[in-house]
């Protein structure tokens, strides 16, 4: 069996559910999925500040995760937050759920619309487009103006939002594909599927299965330049942790 680790950046326990059952849903039988989230941190992950908090505990969750012997790791939010730095750390590969839900769509449509949560996120994801590559191919980007944690309320509004803001993006935008912008929309994806015709995808399902193919491959991260692990230093404080 192959460990792979699924880590929800937030600490918000009840998304941490959502991400890993999206996650079992599709995993291989030689796959074993571990679902972490930081034992410190933000409960949810709206903006550049909640992010930088976040990449730390997706550092200590890596570190924890190479202990435990797994074999490649997914960052299960949709800013891929720390995911560099998370490379350097690994000796597997590391995929952030933006990153697996935009390649899978480029892969099945010429150009795809993206639906996430707060207005103020979709800076981060247009910041990704580009570091990715992907500009050209993301036709817009929608909000459905509600905060992450509102997808785990057990109102259904906010996935009633996601829903209509997916139809809106089919009509509107001329897209092949949608993309899911959230780790906490990962068990909408199939039935939005089903639902409007158009493949709706979700980063955690797709990096689950992009971190099987590379494990298949025999493909970890490269150690070579400046992936490297990092130079050996002192930490001081609460950071030992990563030392
Ligand atoms: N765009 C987002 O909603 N990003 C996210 N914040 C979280 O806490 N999880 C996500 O996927």
Known sequence: KHLIQVINPNTNVAMTH???????????????????????????IEGHFDEAIAAIGVLEQIKRGKEQGVSGHVIACFGDPGLLAARELASGPVIGIAEAAMHAATMVATRFSIVTTLPRTVIIARHLLRQYGFEHHCAALHAIDLPVLALEDGT??????VRERCIQAMKEDNSGAIVLGCGGMANLARELTAELGIPVI???????????????LGLGTSKHGDLAYPNKKPLSGCFDMLS
């Open 156 to 161: 259904g509004l906010a996935q009633m939002k």
């Open 202 to 216: 979700d980063g955690v399902t797709a990096a689950v299965k992009m971190v099987e193919s590379l494990i298949a």
């Open 18 to 44: 959502t991400i890993a059952q999206a996650a079992r849903s599709v995993a291989a039988p030689s796959s074993e999925i571990i679902a972490v989230c930081p034992t410190q941190g933000v409960e949810s």
